[in-house]
Each structure stands twice: as structure tokens, then as C-alpha cells.
């Protein structure tokens, strides 16, 4: 499975932003699917999951923001993430992998990333 971010930009505080993860190859419906972040000098951290069978998981910091979803027919992860703050500033990678899980260890298929800035 191949994955291919895109939607991330600069955006205010306070703004909407949804990105797209488009998956080449195999489907990825079997798949477990995530987003991670990774801010300027920072280690990735999780943001959110999504099972095959719709079970999600969110990191506390995005809660009630940010909301994962998938669209199997196109082959598509989102994350529609609303409500931004500049502490959302990061590059933000889609992955997808066996086992419903916030760690990156359990995915084995990785996007290359897209940048997502907020301005105060």
C-alpha cells in the first residue's frame, strides 16, 4: 500500500482544515488507519485512529476537534480537523497497518507527510 497526503497549508487560529490521505495499491479497507504529527523539534505524536470496523481513537489534545473518517470506495483517509490552534502546527502523516493502535509501531504503511501551520 502506497499513501499520498495532501491538504495540509497555513491557516488562522480558529479555522477548519481536512486532510486527505489517497491509498494506491491494495485497498486499504482491511486496514487499520491513523494520523500522526510531528512538530518542529519534536518527536511524531499520535493523533487519531480509525479500525476497519469504525472504532476510533483520539489523542486528548485533538478531542472534540479533530475527526478521522475514511471513504473505502475512494480509497481515501481524512482528518477533518476544526477549531485549530497554533499548537497544531506540525507535519502530519497518514499511516495505515494491521492493529487499531497510537503507536507507530503498528502501522506498517506510511504517507510522506503534509504540512499544516497555524498563525495566531
Known amino acids: 500500500v502506497q499513501l499520498q497526503a495532501s491538504g495540509g497549508g497555513l491557516v488562522q487560529a480558529g479555522d477548519s482544515l481536512r486532510l486527505s490521505c489517497v491509498a494506491s495499491?491494495?485497498?486499504?479497507?482491511?486496514?487499520?488507519v491513523a494520523w500522526f504529527r510531528q512538530a518542529p523539534g519534536q518527536e511524531r505524536n499520535f493523533v487519531a485512529a480509525l479500525g476497519w470496523s469504525t472504532t476510533t481513537l483520539y489523542a486528548d489534545s485533538v478531542k472534540g476537534r479533530f475527526a478521522i473518517s475514511r471513504d473505502n470506495a475512494k480509497n481515501t483517509i481524512y482528518l477533518q480537523m476544526s477549531r485549530l490552534k497554533p499548537e497544531d502546527t506540525a507535519v502530519y502523516y497518514c499511516?495505515?497497518?494491521?492493529?487499531?493502535?497510537?503507536?507507530?509501531?503498528?502501522?506498517?504503511?506510511w504517507g510522506q507527510g503534509t504540512l499544516v501551520t497555524v498563525s495566531s
Open positions: 495499491g491494495p485497498t486499504v479497507s482491511p486496514f487499520n
Open positions: 499511516a495505515a497497518g494491521p492493529t487499531l493502535s497510537p503507536h507507530e509501531n503498528r502501522y506498517n504503511y
